[in-house]
């Protein structure tokens, strides 16, 4: 694991790749997403794991976004992802449509090192019809007749998302939340901002190691102060509701977007240790 | 004080003797009167579990939202709740969007698990505050999710009733209909014929949806708000004007 500047680490993806990034529930990497607008990342493919919600609003609005595999986007109690709907009405935003345990079970697929896994539901739904990626087969262990669908494994170029801490081994720390474990065992590079580093190694302690995800894992982190915000993080603050609501009502227009990212996006607050 | 009716119509659909039990019922993002409906029956005596896949602190969840789709897909959850951009007389569901795939017209959010819960719990209950023609429609332009699969499907269950912000419908999977159920205070027949674009069974004379009781009322602005402050702020302020930093 290496410890850089939280610009060098947006600076790792390339144009074009696939990034994984959990909902704004699960420790968003809401301040990298703002330092990937900064470092011009253009092409990208967000995957929503397994919903998207501000910061691949905020891509998609900053034009760094070509795809989105996603199961929704939304803003929650804000409401609707203004970026993302307009992107798609406009028809500049490619968007592939899944179903959350689709989603994971993809991940879940890439993290085994196997090719697919089958998935209960989905048969009827008209997401299916435009996956021609997903597979109906006839379930081989039923006695009778039994379609089943399979899922492909995903293993994203990267995934990011903003642990607590990291520790001096390059462990991460992500509390309840383990379904970042899963994201970070499928994804080939995962890059973790944290609100600090502490001494140590997290797997030692008996309290700690089953909300810690193994520095194995872990290619880079950098340190982002409140990197979740506008989202909570676990216990450490809550969610910005109004902020939240204020970005939603200004990222209707391209023009109060554009406002958005000149107050809170481009000037580099330099929280970055 | 609108969503008090819809949040005790939906508790008495939770605890409905007629239908198989709700012993763990999920409730998923964004859903302030489903969790609200819950919480009365709970606090009303139903004996269930529930779990809040949203709720900031004490989530029931160590691994998220796979950790819900795994429990359902084990049969393990016996009632969720959905709602959609559009919702048809087969209950199909549309969270995709209108027009040209994948939602040139209107895009709505995406399909959420919906495609996944709606197959695996025995039991859905259907919510749209949103009573017209455009939501409620004789065919949804996408479909998210289906209300009825063909024999031989696997499938737990599918809609048990639709609540909107007009009335109640139940849903019967057999004839693949719903039925006007109840109607909210100040509808009528005529009103809901008015407002619902797909047709649906009715009979002779409909019951009025019963109010929430004195004390339903009293349990809604006390413990179950205290217990819905956190995750949904936003609602407690309006419904109940409470902000949760009132003089204990």
């Known amino acids: 694991m290496s410890k850089l500047p939280l610009a060098d680490l947006a600076a790792r993806i390339p144009a074009g790749a696939m990034l ?53 986007v939304t803003l929650g109690e804000a409401g609707l992802a203004p970026r993302f709907a307009a992107a798609v009405r406009a028809g500049t935003l490619a968007v592939t449509d899944a ?61 990011a998302f903003h642990a607590v801490c990291a520790d001096e081994a390059g462990n991460v720390y992500v509390g309840r939340r383990r379904e970042l474990a899963t994201i970070a065992h499928a994804a080939r590079r995962v890059l973790v901002t944290v609100e600090r580093i502490v001494p140590g190694n997290l797997l030692e302690d008996e309290r700690m190691a089953a909300g810690t995800i193994n520095g194995v894992y872990v290619e880079a982190v950098a340190v982002a102060a409140r990197g979740a915000w506008p989202s909570a993080l676990l216990d450490e603050y809550p969610a910005d509701a109004a902020h939240l609501m204020d970005y939603a009502k200004l990222a209707r227009s391209a023009d109060g977007f554009a406002t958005y990212l000149a107050t809170h996006v481009l000037p580099d607050t330099a929280r970055a240790a | 004080m609108n969503e008090e009716i819809l949040i005790a119509a939906m508790a008495r659909l939770i605890t409905d003797p007629a239908q198989p039990p709700a012993r763990h019922v999920a409730v998923g993002a964004a859903s302030p009167i489903p969790a609200a409906a819950c919480w009365l029956a709970r606090h009303k005596g139903a004996d269930l579990r529930l779990s809040l896949l949203h709720r900031p602190r004490g989530n029931p969840f160590t691994e998220g939202s796979r950790e819900l789709f795994d429990l359902a897909g084990q049969g393990r959850i016996d009632l969720f709740f959905l709602g959609g951009g559009q919702i048809d007389g087969q209950a199909n569901l549309n969270l995709l969007g209108t027009g040209e795939w994948p939602g040139r017209t209107v895009r709505f959010p995406g399909s959420f698990g919906s495609a996944f819960m709606y197959f695996m719990t025995p039991r859905t209950i259907l919510f749209r505050e949103e009573h017209t023609p455009r939501v409620l429609v004789p065919k949804v332009d996408m479909i998210s999710a289906p209300g009825l699969s063909p024999p031989g499907i696997f499938r737990r269950g599918t809609a048990q009733a639709l609540v909107t912000g007009k009335c109640v419908f139940a849903f019967d999977a057999a004839r693949g209909r719903f039925r006007l159920a109840s109607l909210h205070p100040g509808e009528t027949a005529e009103t809901i014929r008015a407002a619902t674009g797909f047709t649906y069974d009715e009979d002779p004379a409909t019951p009025e949806t019963a109010p929430p009781s004195e004390a339903d009322r009293a349990l809604l602005r006390g413990p179950v708000c205290d217990e819905m402050l956190e995750t949904y702020p936003e609602f407690c302020r309006r419904v109940w004007g409470r902000t949760g930093k009132e003089a204990a």
């Open chain 1, 99 to 159: 179903t959350c345990p689709a989603i994971h079970t993809a991940l879940q697929a890439a993290e085994k090192g196997v090719p697919f896994m089958p998935l209960r539901g989905v048969i009827g739904s008209d997401i299916l019809a435009h996956r021609p990626d997903w597979k109906i087969i006839d379930n081989p262990f039923a006695d009778g007749p039994d379609p089943l669908l399979l899922i492909p494994a995903i293993a994203p170029d990267f995934a």
């Open chain 1, 20 to 72: 994984a990034l959990p909902p704004d529930n699960s420790l968003t990497a809401a301040e990298f997403a703002r330092a990937l607008v900064r470092a011009g990342a253009r092409d990208l493919h967000l995957l929503g794991v397994p919903v998207s919600g501000y910061a691949t609003d905020l891509l998609i609005g900053a034009g760094c976004v070509a795809r989105v595999t996603t199961s929704a």
